[in-house]
């Protein structure tokens, strides 16, 4: 996963597996992806599947189209699946380069092509480039160091760039810690740049993991309409997006005037 370049080395990929299943970790035991091994193009972790859950707020004939932005590389499986499965134009931004090695070593990641492009690259700058403002139609943030502690871009600035990125009709999805004390601050800070009316969670996983959807632009939809859009997902797509409609909240944070 990407992170914030700073003094200190940044810790090498490696690789364990077990039942089947190949891990990516970065000098620690903690988990920064996953893939199974005979189903390398599913999304084998629960916390990645959720982050797939933009595709509820894109209309059914467009969810697939446009451009997908992944900050953090971790094992590769959104950028294998928005690129594979979905068949989008996609760009992952990755700072550390042995993540990258190791996702086209042990992880199925292919090599660049027309609709392919994985940098090796600091997310922080990325988003603040003006030449890459209004290119994204999806962006997946999952910004977390080798400690997995807390997210390592996280303040109002990253995420008013994050949605300077988007396109008029963009969503964001990030991944948060939703056990943990920083949570509130983060949903916060989301808030204030994207608008509360515009966010949305999913109830964490067992592990913590909350996903934020945040909208750059955002009509409320009636269940009906997101029924028919998460059966149309898991026809298409084989993804679990029935169970996503059914843990989707609005954030209980006070509402704050998004920035400008």
């Known amino acids: 996963m990407a992170t914030r370049k700073r003094k ?15 891990y990516l970790h970065l000098g620690t035991p903690w988990v920064q992806g996953a893939m199974r091994v005979r189903k390398p193009h599913t999304l084998e972790l629960e916390y990645i599947q959720r982050m797939m859950a933009w595709m509820l707020f894109r209309h059914p004939d467009e969810v697939a189209e446009g451009h997908a932005v992944q900050l953090g590389l971790g094992a590769g499986a959104i950028t294998r699946f928005c690129h594979r499965n979905l068949r989008m134009k996609t760009t992952a931004v990755e700072l550390n380069p042995t993540v990258i090695t190791a996702c086209r ?3 199925h990641l292919p090599e660049d092509d027309a609709r ?3 940098l090796n690259a600091d997310a922080a700058q990325f988003v603040a480039d003006p030449a890459n403002h209004g290119t994204a139609q999806v962006l997946n943030v999952d910004l977390y160091d080798h400690d997995a502690a807390s997210p390592v871009l996280d303040d109002e600035v990253f995420y008013r760039h994050c949605r300077a ?3 008029d009709d963009g969503v964001m999805t990030v991944n948060l810690f939703g056990r943990d004390a920083s949570f509130e601050r983060s949903a916060d800070r989301i808030a204030a740049v994207f608008g509360h009316d515009t966010l949305r969670s999913l109830r964490p996983t067992k592990e913590g993991n909350t996903i ?6 955002f009509a409320i939809l009636d269940r009906d ?3 028919r859009r998460a059966e149309n997902i898991e026809t298409r797509f084989d ?8 843990m989707l909240r609005a954030l209980p944070a006070a509402p704050r005037t998004p920035a400008t």
Do not use: H, Q
Not at 8 to 22: C, K, N, Q, Y
Not at 212 to 217: E, G, L, S, T, Y
Not at 239 to 246: G, M, V
């Open 165 to 167: 990125l988007l396109s």
């Open 8 to 22: 200190i080395e940044l810790a090498p990929a490696t690789m364990s597996e077990a039942d089947g299943v190949r």
């Open 116 to 118: 392919l492009t994985v």
């Open 225 to 227: 309409e997101l029924a």
């Open 239 to 246: 993804l679990p997006a029935r169970k996503w409609l059914r």
């Open 212 to 217: 934020v959807v945040a909208c750059k632009a």
């Open 105 to 107: 070593m042990w992880f």
